[in-house]
C-alpha cells in the first residue's frame, strides 16, 4: 500500500470526514496537524497549492481535499492509487 500523507486541523469537519473515509478502507496514514503551526501550514500551502484543509497526498501524488479523495472513492480510482 502507497505512502498516505494527510495535513488536517483538529476541528475541521472536512479532515474528519476524509480521515473517516481512509479509516473505513483500513488505510495507514501520517496526519499532519498544522493547528497553530503557521510554518508547517505556509508548507502545505506551497506544496498543494491551497491553504485549505484537509490537503492529501498519495504515493507523493497530491489528491487534493475530501471532496477530491471522496470523488476518487464514487470512481473506483482510490482503490487503484491505494494498491499501487
Known amino acids: ?6 495535513f488536517t486541523t483538529r476541528w475541521c469537519p472536512f479532515c474528519i470526514r ?3 473515509l481512509l479509516d473505513r478502507k483500513a488505510v495507514v496514514y ?3 496537524a ?3 503551526d503557521a510554518a508547517m501550514r505556509q508548507e502545505m500551502a506551497e506544496a498543494a497549492g491551497a491553504t485549505s484543509v484537509p490537503q492529501i ?5 497530491h489528491i487534493g481535499g ?3 479523495l471522496y470523488g476518487l472513492e464514487r470512481s473506483g480510482g482510490l482503490d ?3 494498491a499501487c
Do not use: F, P, R, S
Open 34 to 36: 498544522v493547528d497553530g
Open 30 to 32: 501520517q496526519e499532519v
Open 80 to 82: 487503484t492509487l491505494l
Open 1 to 6: 500500500m502507497n505512502e498516505v500523507v494527510i
Open 66 to 68: 475530501c471532496d477530491q
Open 57 to 61: 497526498w498519495i504515493d507523493g501524488q
Open 18 to 20: 476524509a480521515k473517516a
